[in-house]
């Protein structure tokens, strides 16, 4: 394998260098599909562990607002939860922002703090400009202003490839029909990814009893089932939902690190795979998951999928994690390992005793060793992890500086 300005090339450049790869297996790096990267500072607090999520919302609330939602926050937490995902093996991180502060400001600010976080650490960034009952014209001037600052290109991803830019409303329980046109004309007009969340349990509920429909029943008549659009969660899916998903063509995020403790239930992967769907996989944020290690993800996935089905296969979880993830985000380059994709490679080492006596190691980075971290990362061509530790900062130091901003 060679690599030349940051793509897989056939050839090896000359004077190339080398990395010793032994006793190693090596794959494209993970894509996180779906992270509230800014819960990074707000794992395990009380009132948020098993709890209803008409409980949980107001405990985060408060939590946010004895911090104070600024770019000094957004960059501290977006910091560790880029670092947690780097370390982990996860080389493109979608960040769905769903808080903002009340002062009145287009959140370009806080975008750019977690795009500076993210390219100090060498991660790719997907910034999705979330609302969560936001007035429509804000989010659209905000949306705007984030693409022009960030990916002013057409297709919302920078020159680099380092940084896009998407919408987001966190759903239909929480945004209304004006929200979710607007920003989808945003995304018509700069040629914006979107993505929302649906159907986990409590979704429906306040679906059918505000509107009396089923929230992919509104999302269809608002526009939001295209070929354009991600979906995370989808728990609680019927088979003609499901049919109706694959026949607009929409790509689905797993998150069941967020699902599972949230008592949301299970999506049904291998059902959605069969009919069609490209699914990815997420970790969501620190609130719910207080994890962002998306490999323990997938095996969660693998574990908790005959629940509610076939069990999914440990080669399909890695898929859903690397170029499933990939494909939902619109970017066909990532999560892949073959000439002319981005150059994002994870190296795995399956020498130790917790990999010893597996009979496919591929299928065992799934199900051994839980936590385990990659011993190199690349991204982009550049050594962003070695040897288990970060190149571009210290463990410490970010630490340190979350310590500092929230007081934990």
Do not use: K
């Not at 287009?106 to 009952?133: H, K, P, Q, W, Y």
């Amino acid at each position: 394998m060679h690599i030349a300005n940051g793509v897989i090339r056939e050839q090896a450049a000359a004077a190339a260098q080398s990395l010793d790869v032994s006793g190693c297996i090596v794959t494209p790096g993970l894509v996180n599909a779906h992270h509230h990267l800014l819960q990074s500072g707000f794992r395990t607090l009380n009132g948020t562990r098993g709890v209803a999520m008409r409980d949980w919302l107001p405990a985060m609330a408060a939590a946010y607002a004895d911090a104070g939602i600024d770019a000094t926050l957004a960059y501290a937490a977006a910091r560790v939860g880029i670092a947690e995902g780097l370390l982990s093996g996860v080389t493109t991180i979608a960040d769905h922002q769903l808080n903002w502060p009340r002062s009145g400001e287009d959140g370009a600010e806080i975008a750019g703090a977690v795009d500076r976080a993210s390219r100090e650490l060498g991660s790719r960034l997907v910034f999705v400009r979330g609302t969560a009952g936001d007035d429509p014209a804000d989010a659209v001037s905000s949306a705007d202003s984030i693409a022009a600052a960030l990916a002013p290109r057409m297709g919302g991803v920078s020159a680099d490839g380092m940084t896009q830019v998407a919408v987001g409303p966190a759903g239909v329980h929480s945004d209304s029909r004006a929200t979710f046109e607007a920003l989808g004309e945003v995304a018509a007009r700069r040629g914006l990814r979107r993505r929302t969340q649906a159907n986990e349990q409590v979704d429906t509920e306040i679906a059918i009893g505000r509107y009396g429909r089923r929230p992919l029943e509104l999302l269809d008549e608002w526009g939001w089932l295209a070929p354009d659009v991600t979906i995370a969660h989808l728990c609680d899916v019927t088979d003609d939902e499901i049919h109706l998903l694959a026949e607009r063509g929409v790509c689905a995020t797993h998150a069941p690190g967020c699902d599972v403790p949230m008592g949301w239930g299970i999506a049904p992967v291998r059902r959605l795979l069969e009919a069609g769907l490209s699914v990815g996989l997420g970790t969501s944020g620190g609130g719910s998951n207080d994890a962002g290690h998306l490999l323990a993800d997938a095996r969660l996935a693998v574990q908790v999928s005959g629940l509610v089905g076939p069990q999914l296969a440990a080669r399909d979880a890695l898929t859903a994690a690397t170029y499933g993830s990939a494909r939902g985000l619109g970017r066909e380059e990532l999560g892949r390992i073959e000439a002319g994709a981005a150059a994002d490679l994870c190296v795995w080492d399956v020498s130790g005793v917790a990999d010893a006596g597996t009979a496919d190691p591929v299928a065992g980075l799934i199900w051994l060793s839980p936590g385990r971290r990659p011993r190199h990362v690349i991204v982009a061509g550049e050594v962003v992890v070695r040897d288990y530790r970060l190149v571009a900062a210290s463990e410490r130091e970010i630490t340190a500086g979350l310590r500092e901003r929230v007081g934990r």
